[in-house]
């Protein structure tokens, strides 16, 4: 159907190309995606200054199917929200996809996994955050005992100058290591 | 200025786990691995002989990697619930939090920097280094004050800012005021320079666009990946790849080869081809004979003579047929080595220690953020448990050494083995060897040549099953003898299941290289010199021709097989199992039908539009049978590994083909009545003749040839390429030592962290009464960016920390 409605100013899709790592019509797709998911609250104009200030709750946001089965939803969300509410703008959602999109740089993929892991936000993964890392990942299988060695031994490979527990640096020298990293962590849309 | 510490010497009775606070989040297991007794140990001073502590030898080592000693004089009634304490504690965090290496976005930007860095090395003009600490006020720093960027300048600094951890309002007041910073009037040089930047950006961004409208199937790779994840994803993208490098190959023989041809018969209005007394049956699709043989499928029936265009211009058909043969390997082999190089650089850096980190891939790595179906997710969630519970038995059990006997025995064991596999592989060529004996009697019966004017010959019994059963039977090997396989690797007693795949790999490849060069030897050898075929290369190709339909039959059938019929035995029949993809198997069958397409294509030039038709119905297929049919594999999978080890697989088929193909054209004598090349010596023989032919014109293009082909020439070539090698390797193995080096010297960093800090803490604690959070300046902007070398120990640090200590005495 013929729309006359554009949905964005060209400088604001050559800005939105030129921060992330999509091309126009990939961007043009991702909002369809958000606007389907609330359309009565989401305009078709967002020439103004909708895309900073349009809200879609956070209950909403996890209804999608890439995001629905995914143990660490609701971090994501945190991570890509501001002041960690959860509630995305559309920057914030386009953000969040070129993140994970496969044309991502490693460097930022392994700076919002970091962020992701860290459950309590301090800028480090310690024993806490590695502990609800393994609960999220085995639903609750492994007993304390267990868990407690397998965090042992994780810090013990990675912690590099011992202080129990990891730095953004030591992270990214692991994951610098990683093959599986850059396919593991990438959702299409 | 003085030290700071000069003066202090007692503070080895300090007690140590006050300070650290590792030791206060440690947890019970840790405590408890401090002795009992409140002994009392000394520092350890390495080097540092400023201070004054005691050089004693270290206590003994608590835990890897700490040289820290315990100071304690008496643990029990210090460790817990001191008010002082606490605001220790709070100090040494908010000291800690300050740290450069804590501070996230500056370490992200540091990684950021290191990947602008890399670029602008490569390709810095104008000597022009950028610094990209990307804040606000930093980028009229990076800009630099003189000259436009050009657009590849740009570019970079885009590509920076992509990087950048920001939020997205951020990075987009960045590009801001990237683009609307004041510019100079530019030379003339400079804006073409600029104007032909930007015009090549945006044809790349264009065919960016056009990729993304034209993706091939992106809607059915996804859900799949949904369902399975990224391991059976990797077969699909791997077919989708093979598809998308068979393009090139046939728009090349289609525009030079198939066209012209074509061309040539509408102008001589020659009536050669399409008159055979067969009329149009449906074997002729399994058999590529009757019908088929005398048009533009096979290479027999391509003219040899010089198509007369427009005018004066001729186009040599001789000529082109081999130089877009040529033109087609080429360009293949470029596409590979591209791919395989990429891939293996993507997945396998250097590791150093790869076999311990498992742990902490699998915790920080596992998850496929991928899956979409509940049901997958589920399945993931069992397999990471059972991953997690594997790793905790093996790293409980001791690992049992074996006696001598025992290894000798293991050893002997697969000697047999493998004897026995290498017999049943000879067993394997042998049959095809023969039957293609049989074959060649039985193929004047009822072969139908119409190629040439030399009369029609005439057949007798017309049974064209009969030429299938050469192919059958080959399809029947491949298909049985993996089992075998399968079935003498139990025996064997793999430990790791990873080198029982690469085995098994190896020995299904070892099988179909095999019977591939039985078949390609007689070809060459038996059937060339053979009366009673005419046209040895149409034999060849329709031979293939009817492998990569039977191949494509076979896998129909498999798939079926394996994987529909199973799903319905499931619950009626005892110890079936419900299926999984079996990966490894597919893809090897993939890389087999490529392995037969790039063999086939100079004798069948329109052979790669049928492999590329085969491979789309392949993938409906695949796709139909995974999604209704299997289930997800419990067992995890090496998806990056593996595929490297495919492309490696695939490079050397490739290898293969190419020798068999040159081969062909170098040492057999082509066939007197039929195709390009009838009545030459050699194929090859065109190219000396059109050298020959430019010598007539340009003089200096004989010397040229003359020199660049003499022994001596090639052998300097060849030394100078061995020694190129030779020093590469030399720097390889001067950086890995530099990497772990560089690793100790990250470790012995931390320590003097710990220790720098305990000092500190211990000034700072006796000459300031308050806290010392509140007074000291955030210090991360005062880090200058050029400075990166600062570690998180690091003197600039100290020393800012330590004057501002004192400045709030």
């Known amino acids: 159907m013929g729309n006359k409605i554009s949905t964005f100013t060209p400088e604001q899709l050559e800005a939105y190309e030129d921060c992330t790592f999509f091309t126009s019509k990939e961007i043009l797709h991702i909002f369809s995606r958000y606007q389907a998911l609330a359309p009565d609250k989401v305009p078709y104009d967002m020439t103004g200054k909708e895309a900073q200030t349009v809200r879609i709750a956070h209950d909403v946001i996890l209804t999608m199917p890439e995001l629905k089965e995914n143990p660490f939803k609701d971090q994501i969300c945190k991570v890509f929200s501001e002041e960690g509410s959860g509630h995305m703008t559309f920057e914030e959602f386009?953000?969040?996809?070129?993140?994970?999109?496969?044309?991502?740089?490693?460097?930022?993929?392994?700076?919002?996994?970091?962020?992701?892991?860290?459950?309590?936000?301090?800028?480090?993964?310690?024993?806490?955050?590695?502990?609800?890392?393994?609960?999220?990942?085995?639903?609750?299988?492994?007993?304390?005992?267990?868990?407690?060695?397998?965090?042992?031994?994780?810090?013990?490979?990675?912690?590099?100058?011992?202080?129990?527990?990891?730095?953004?640096?030591?992270?990214?020298?692991?994951?610098?290591?990683?093959?599986?990293?850059?396919?593991?962590?990438?959702?299409?849309? | 200025m003085s030290h700071p510490y000069q003066n202090t010497g007692d503070f080895?009775?300090?007690?140590?786990?006050?300070?650290?606070?590792?030791f206060q989040s440690a947890s019970l297991e840790r405590q408890s691995a401090l002795p009992p007794d409140g002994t009392h140990y000394e520092f350890a001073t390495y080097g540092y002989p400023e201070t004054r502590a005691h050089l004693e030898p270290p206590g003994p080592e608590l835990h890897r990697g700490g040289f820290r000693s315990l100071h304690r004089t008496q643990t029990t009634d210090n460790r817990y619930g001191d008010n002082r304490e606490t605001k220790d504690d709070i100090a040494m965090e908010n000291l800690l939090k300050r740290l450069p290496s804590r501070q996230l976005e500056s370490a992200a930007n540091n990684a950021a920097k290191t990947l602008h860095r890399r670029h602008s090395r490569n390709k810095s003009r104008h000597g022009a280094i950028y610094h990209s600490t990307l804040r606000d006020g930093d980028l009229e720093d990076m800009i630099g004050s003189s000259s436009l960027l050009d657009a590849d300048e740009e570019e970079r600094v885009e590509e920076a800012i992509r990087s950048t951890p920001a939020t997205m309002a951020t990075r987009r007041s960045m590009i801001q005021k990237l683009s609307s910073r004041k510019r100079k009037s530019p030379g003339f040089m400079k804006r073409m320079n600029y104007s032909i930047g930007m015009g090549w950006k945006h044809f790349k961004d264009n065919m960016a666009e056009l990729k993304y409208t034209m993706q091939l199937w992106h809607s059915h790779l996804k859900k799949i990946e949904g369902h399975f994840g990224t391991n059976v994803l990797s077969y699909f993208v791997f077919l989708k790849w093979l598809l998308l490098i068979n393009i090139p190959t046939l728009l090349l023989t289609l525009g030079f080869i198939v066209a012209p041809q074509i061309i040539y018969r509408w102008l001589q209005q020659d009536t050669l081809g399409y008159i055979s007394s067969e009329k149009f049956s449906g074997m002729e699709l399994l058999t590529g004979a009757g019908w088929f043989e005398p048009t533009e499928l096979y290479y027999g029936y391509y003219t040899n003579k010089t198509i007369q265009v427009i005018g004066s211009k001729s186009y040599k058909m001789q000529v082109a047929y081999l130089f877009t043969c040529g033109g087609y390997y080429l360009l293949t082999i470029i596409i590979l080595g591209q791919s395989i190089l990429s891939s293996y650089r993507k997945y396998y850096i250097e590791a150093g220690g790869f076999q311990s980190m498992q742990i902490v891939f699998k915790v920080l790595c596992s998850w496929d953020h991928g899956l979409t179906s509940a049901e997958a997710v589920k399945l993931k969630h069992k397999s990471v448990y059972l991953e997690f519970k594997e790793y905790l038995a093996g790293a409980n059990k001791d690992k049992m050494r074996k006696t001598m006997i025992d290894r000798c025995k293991l050893f002997w064991l697969r000697v047999f083995t493998n004897v026995v596999v290498l017999v049943l592989i000879g067993a394997s060529g042998y049959l095809v060897f023969y039957l293609s004996g049989t074959q060649l009697n039985r193929n004047t019966l009822f072969s139908n040549q119409t190629t040439s004017a030399a009369g029609v010959s005439t057949n007798e019994t017309k049974n064209p099953w009969l030429l299938l059963v050469l192919p059958l039977c080959i399809g029947l090997i491949h298909r049985i003898m993996p089992i075998m396989f399968d079935f003498i690797e139990g025996y064997e007693q793999y430990e790791i299941p990873k080198s029982e795949l690469y085995m098994h790999l190896s020995r299904s490849m070892v099988l179909r290289v095999t019977t591939l060069s039985v078949l390609v030897i007689y070809w060459y050898t038996e059937v060339s010199q053979s009366p009673d075929v005419p046209c040895w290369e149409t034999f060849m190709g329709q031979e293939l021709y009817r492998l990569v339909i039977v191949d494509f039959i076979f896998t129909l059938f498999s798939?079926?097989?394996?994987?529909?019929?199973?799903?319905?035995?499931?619950?009626?029949?005892?110890?079936?199992?419900?299926?999984?993809?079996?990966?490894?198997?597919?893809?090897?069958?993939?890389?087999?039908?490529?392995?037969?397409?790039?063999?086939?294509?100079?004798?069948?030039?329109?052979?790669?539009?049928?492999?590329?038709?085969k491979l789309i119905i392949i993938f409906y297929i695949k796709m139909i049978s995974v999604l209704q049919n299997c289930k997800p594999s419990e067992r995890p999978w090496r998806a990056t590994w593996?595929?490297?080890?495919?492309?490696?697989?695939?490079?050397?088929?490739?290898?293969?083909?190419?020798?068999?193909?040159?081969?062909?054209?170098?040492?057999?004598?082509?066939?007197?009545?039929?195709?390009?090349?009838?009545?030459?010596?050699?194929?090859?023989?065109?190219?000396?003749?059109?050298?020959?032919?430019?010598?007539?014109?340009?003089?200096?293009?004989?010397?040229?040839?003359?020199?660049?082909?003499?022994?001596?020439?090639?052998?300097?070539?060849?030394?100078?390429?061995?020694?190129?090698?030779?020093?590469?390797?030399?720097?390889?193995?001067?950086?890995?030592?530099?990497?772990q080096r560089l690793k100790q010297q990250l470790v012995l960093e931390g320590k003097d962290k710990t220790f720098l800090l305990n000092l500190l803490n211990q000034v700072t604690e006796r000459h300031t009464c308050t806290s010392v959070s509140t007074t000291v300046r955030p210090l991360t902007q005062q880090i200058s960016p050029q400075d990166d070398i600062v570690s998180p120990g690091g003197r600039v640090f100290v020393r800012s920390l330590a004057e501002s200590t004192l400045g709030g005495r």
């Open chain 1, 94 to 189: 386009l953000d969040m996809f070129s993140v994970f999109s496969e044309a991502a740089s490693r460097d930022i993929k392994s700076v919002y996994a970091f962020k992701i892991y860290d459950w309590d936000g301090d800028g480090n993964l310690n024993r806490s955050d590695l502990e609800a890392t393994l609960l999220k990942l085995t639903q609750d299988g492994l007993t304390q005992d267990e868990k407690n060695f397998v965090v042992d031994k994780v810090l013990e490979e990675a912690d590099l100058d011992d202080d129990g527990m990891l730095s953004y640096v030591e992270f990214e020298h692991v994951i610098s290591r990683a093959p599986d990293f850059l396919n593991t962590f990438h959702v299409r849309i």
């Open chain 2, 559 to 613: 798939t079926l097989i394996s994987e529909l019929i199973r799903r319905l035995l499931v619950g009626r029949v005892k110890r079936v199992t419900h299926p999984t993809f079996a990966l490894a198997r597919n893809t090897l069958e993939l890389i087999y039908s490529q392995a037969l397409c790039w063999l086939g294509t100079f004798f069948a030039p329109l052979l790669s539009l049928i492999v590329i038709i």
């Open chain 2, 642 to 739: 593996s595929h490297t080890i495919f492309l490696g697989y695939l490079f050397l088929f490739y290898l293969l083909t190419t020798v068999a193909v040159a081969c062909g054209i170098i040492f057999i004598k082509p066939s007197i009545g039929c195709g390009p090349y009838q009545g030459k010596d050699v194929m090859y023989s065109v190219v000396p003749e059109l050298v020959d032919s430019w010598k007539e014109e340009y003089a200096w293009i004989s010397t040229v040839i003359y020199f660049v082909s003499s022994p001596g020439f090639i052998a300097a070539i060849l030394v100078a390429l061995g020694m190129g090698v030779y020093m590469i390797r030399t720097i390889m193995m001067g950086r890995q030592e530099a990497v």
């Open chain 2, 12 to 22: 080895d009775t300090i007690p140590m786990h006050q300070f650290n606070p590792a």
